[in-house]
Nanobody
């Protein structure tokens, strides 16, 4: 599975961005997809995850209420909608995928839970 993250850019504090994670895989709904972010010198941080069907999501407490995850399997794309952005949201954002199973989404918060990774897309929030 090849993943392509896009949609990053420069935005002012309080603004919004929507990131996309597209894939060329034929069985996209077979994959659970997560979002992470990373700033230089720090570990990659879990943001959220969505099930293959899109019916189940789990979002980290640090962004809950501001970020939402959705997917359009017909377009083979997962989205990360980011609202009320803060300077501390500045990071490179990555999407990742793993084969789906029946585990609840909150179990997939670690980098090691994912097999496939896209390249990062940079988000910079300025005041």
């Amino acid at each position: 599975v090849q993943l392509q993250a896009s949609g990053g850019g420069l935005v002012q504090t309080g603004g919004s961005l929507r990131l996309s994670c597209a894939t060329s895989g034929r069985t996209f709904d077979s994959y659970t997809v997560g979002w992470f972010r990373q700033v230089p010198g720090k570990e990659r941080e879990f943001i959220g995850v969505i099930s293959g069907s899109g019916k189940s999501t789990y979002v980290a407490g640090s962004v809950m209420g501001r970020f939402t995850i959705s997917r359009d399997n017909a377009k083979k794309t997962v989205y990360l909608q980011m609202n009320t952005l803060k300077r501390e949201d500045t990071a490179a954002y990555y999407c990742a995928a793993r084969a789906r199973d029946n585990s609840p989404m909150y179990k997939y918060q670690n980098v090691s839970d994912y097999v496939y990774w896209g390249q990062g897309t940079q988000v910079t929030v300025s005041s």
